[in-house]
């Protein structure tokens, strides 16, 4: 693994959903074409991204970006646990987190995820979660490097109306 030297980490701002849509809408693409439907895919583009940062960003959300020499190569966001059940309340939740698939392998999943954590602890969470493709072996594997546990937790997430159902694995990790 490359690590890059000149990768900057910093909170985005409604100024940057273009550039997370980019990142976004090319990461999807490219990770998920062996085990995610064509048509969820081929919905999934550049401008229903960009729709979606912008209300994100715009309602609040916490995004961190990475980039590299000017250049927007990542990004995760956090938010307190969606859906959380009384017992989850002080659990913050990693709901995004992605690679320009340029810069794969360098150590930037790594930087973002490590940055989220933090960011999650100063907003006084004791715990953090996130849902993963039960597929997806290479993030899945990723999580678990990072001390992240598989919990017996699993859903149907369903990504557009009337798109196959693909199944999650609620992963956790205490921040403390």
Known sequence: MNHLKNTCLRLASIADAEKIASVHAISWQKMYHDFIPE???????FSERLHKWEYLLSAGVTVILAEELDRTVGFVS?????NALPQHKHFGEISAIYVHPDYWRQGIGRQLCLAALNQLKKQDFVSVALWVLEANILARNFYEALGFTASNHTKL????EGSALLKEILYYKSLF
């Open 157 to 160: 997430e369903e990504f557009y």
């Open 39 to 45: 048509d969820i895919l081929d919905r999934f583009s």
């Open 78 to 82: 956090i938010c307190p646990l969606r």
